[in-house]
């Protein structure tokens, strides 16, 4: 009797806790073509941004937010990586980060597009206000509120629960450009963002 030709799905890899505790550099490069999940919605990430505690020349990060040293805000940064860090921008966008680096070293990635890849009904609906499916993600604080993440998941672990990443289904290469980071008024020059060329989805200056 022959068998029906029917494909087994694909076995979903989230990533483990040893991706994130890199060098936050490496972590922000290897996050592009990843796949951002949180319940029914998710996203392939197409643009991230390195926040560190020290360069290589062991110069302090200025623009990070772990340069203030641990407070209430920031100790997820200094603990262990794999863990979310979601913070409110100009009062008015909630932002996530990845926290990256070994415990104790502070480190985090700023996700800051993502191309939409399923749920987008839901992410339209969560959006009203988006015009086309570009401008569902095309920021940091679209994408959050696209996907239904908020300051509610603060410290979330990103191995494991509703709100994860994952390898994409198929394996890919994944081209990668790099530039100063957008919108940081110190440490303007450090090359610290990097994104997909020619992805549609990828954010500029005034999309948050």
Known sequence: MERDAVRAPERIVILPREFYARP????????????LVHGTTSGRIVE????????????VDLAAHSAAGITDRTRVIFGP??????????????????????????GCVLIRALEPVDGLDLMRERRPKARTTRDLTSGPGKLTLALGISRRHYAADLTAGDLV???PDTAEFVEVSI???????????????FYIPKNSFVSTARNL
């Open 24 to 35: 936050t550099v490496l972590v922000a490069r290897d996050l592009l073509g990843k796949i």
């Open 48 to 59: 991230t941004e390195a926040y560190l505690g020290r360069d290589e020349n062991g110069r």
């Open 81 to 106: 990586p794999g863990h979310a860090y979601v913070y409110l921008s100009y009062g008015i966008h909630e932002c996530l980060n990845v926290v990256a680096e070994r415990d104790g070293i502070p």
């Open 165 to 167: 990443i994952r390898h």
């Open 179 to 193: 530039s100063p980071r957008i919108g940081v008024s110190t440490c303007v020059d450090w090359p610290l963002r």
